[in-house]
């Protein structure tokens, strides 16, 4: 079982929909989550973090579920810009050292006019 | 203004030939780390370093080697002995004042391509 795992997609939406995606992770002890965007041939920016039961930016709203161990990311009023793949990354590390964000393969999204 | 840069954006490798990928960041961050990304998949770790003179290899290590002489700086070699090289280099950084809570910063990447 792999530690993220996300539907890779693709989601073709109308600009305007409100569309979410999920993601699940295998260690019940992750304690921090991330959502982040990825333009076509550029870097992964962090987009969104979640450290306790949800965040809210705008449009975007991110939701975590412990019991379930998924977290989601809701897009609503969907712009032609929002079209990028959406990476889902956990924090399963202890107190210290690196190395303890493991990351999805992303979920690709286009907003279709 | 604060961030990571990797140079260069473009790397063409000949055949036998070993090249190296600069990333550099000045946001006093104490761990870096090296991923490989191929078309439509996901990043796989290659070496990782959390402080100065120390490194450890990643889930695709062969091939490679880095070196952690600065904090500021963990440049990347793609040695003749890795067969499949071409792909998207991303280089990345994180704080590590709460390993529990840290999230990475990605620099823009170098393309290498294999001629």
């Known amino acids: 079982r792999k530690e993220v795992e996300q539907d890779p997609g693709p989601f073709n939406v109308p600009e305007g929909a409100t569309v979410a995606f999920n993601c699940t992770y295998s260690?019940?002890?992750?304690?921090?989550f991330f959502w982040y965007r990825q333009d076509c041939r550029k870097e992964p920016k962090l987009l969104m973090s979640v450290y306790s039961s949800g965040n809210e930016d705008g449009r975007f709203t991110a939701q975590l579920n412990r019991a379930s161990q998924y977290i989601s990311l809701l897009i609503r009023d969907s712009k032609l810009s929002d079209s990028a793949t959406y990476l889902c990354v956990v924090n399963m590390g202890d107190q210290t050292g690196a190395n303890n964000l493991f990351f999805g393969t992303g979920t690709r999204l286009t907003v279709i006019p | 203004d604060g961030g990571i840069t990797q140079s260069p954006k473009y790397l063409f490798r000949k055949e036998g030939q070993n090249v190296t990928l600069s990333c550099e960041q000045n946001?006093?961050?104490?761990?870096m780390y090296w991923y490989r990304q191929d078309p439509g998949q996901g990043l796989r770790l290659i070496y990782y370093s959390q402080i100065v003179n120390d490194f450890q290899k990643g889930d695709i290590a062969e091939g490679y080697s880095v070196s952690r002489e600065k904090k500021e700086s963990f440049p990347l070699t793609v040695t003749s002995a890795q067969k499949n090289p071409t792909a998207f280099y991303l280089c990345?950084?994180?704080?590590?004042?709460?390993?529990?809570?840290?999230?990475?910063?990605f620099g823009p990447g170098t393309r290498l391509l294999v001629l």
């Open positions: 946001l006093n961050h104490d761990a």
């Open positions: 990345a950084s994180s704080a590590l004042y709460n390993a529990r809570e840290e999230t990475q910063y």
């Open positions: 260690n019940s002890a992750s304690q921090s």
